[in-house]
């Protein structure tokens, strides 16, 4: 699952392929607006951890395929 993180103060996103389902993520981002860090691991098995003040938002979705040639 593709998640996109924004960091406040950061002009790029975070972006990684996510292990896990929806519902697993979403507990993740909703303890980390609790006051925790946004701790997630990817499909490679490094952890990306952000600080819970640091969240600008974060969107979790299905990869979209990739376009290729001149009507993409």
């Known amino acids: 699952m593709e998640i996109k993180i924004g960091i406040q103060n950061v002009a790029r996103e975070v972006v990684i392929e996510a292990t896990g389902s929806a519902a697993e993520i979403d507990a993740a981002v909703q303890a980390a607006l609790d006051g925790a860090s946004l701790s997630l691991t990817d499909?490679?098995?490094?952890?990306?951890?952000?600080?819970?003040?640091?969240?600008?938002?974060?969107?979790?979705?299905?990869?979209s395929p990739s376009r290729v040639g001149f009507g993409a």
């Open 43 to 63: 499909d490679k098995g490094r952890r990306v951890m952000v600080p819970a003040g640091a969240l600008g938002y974060v969107e979790v979705g299905e990869p």
